[in-house]
T-cell receptor
């Protein structure tokens, strides 16, 4: 089927630690891939995206590379800050050009000072 | 642009009452989505519209839920009658379909509590 699977949280890190949140997807074809972030009490916001294999999306120090060989789009950041504490959602677009996104279950990140 | 506007931000109601959630998408966007977020089920797509036409409502839980989009700048999600298990945060999102990678812009959400 078409789905997105993320590593389970919560993830708790100290400030300046390295972050990885794993995401894998299933799809027929090559969907566009996204990471969204949800800060407490807010809606989801686009963090970064990649539209084809080997593309690297980046924003605010976060990066993710579209790996078609492993059907993965892992999120990384070299040095997290307390302000990065949020819920992170991996997503892919639908199998046809419908405009809808399929989201993973979300991973909560808590960064401690 | 003020982004996607949802109202109310918070609603507390009693079981059996009608609930209407409202959404104003970003001007010029042609797709609109209603999602529901709960701790147990995560983020679920309820229904989405393209050019004001409902395309897929397979995520709507049951007949108690209905959604309309009478014009390009307004949509409603109605629950009648409401039940405690409907308690969740309901998000509206919009996008410009056909612009490349489909980027959704979300509203801040409507938190519904049904007692």
């Amino acid at each position: 089927g078409n789905s997105v699977t993320q590593m389970e949280g919560p993830v708790t890190l100290s400030e300046e630690a390295f972050l990885t949140i794993n995401c894998t997807y299933t799809a027929t074809g090559y969907p566009s891939l996204f990471w969204y972030v949800q800060y407490p009490g807010e809606g989801l916001q686009l963090l970064l995206k990649a539209t084809k294999a080997d593309d690297k999306g980046s924003n605010k120090g976060f990066e993710a590379t579209y790996r078609k060989e492993t059907t993965s789009f892992h999120l990384e950041k070299g040095s997290v800050q307390v302000s990065d504490s949020a819920v992170y959602f991996c997503a892919r677009d639908g199998s046809s050009n419908t405009g809808k996104l399929i989201f993973g279950q979300g991973t909560t990140l808590q960064v401690k000072p | 642009d003020a982004g996607v506007i949802q109202s109310p931000r918070h609603e507390v109601t009693e079981m059996g009452q009608e609930v209407t959630l409202r959404c104003k998408p970003i001007s010029g966007h042609n797709s609109l989505f209603w999602y529901r977020q709960t701790m147990m089920r995560g983020l679920e797509l309820l229904i989405y519209f393209n050019n004001n036409v409902p395309i897929d409502d397979s995520g709507m839980p049951e007949d108690r839920f209905s959604a309309k989009m009478p014009n390009a700048s307004f949509s409603t999600l109605k629950i009648q009658p409401s039940e405690p298990r409907d308690s969740a945060v309901y998000f509206c999102a919009s996008s410009l379909m056909g612009s490349g990678a489909n980027v959704l812009t979300f509203g801040a959400g409507s938190r519904l509590t049904v007692l």
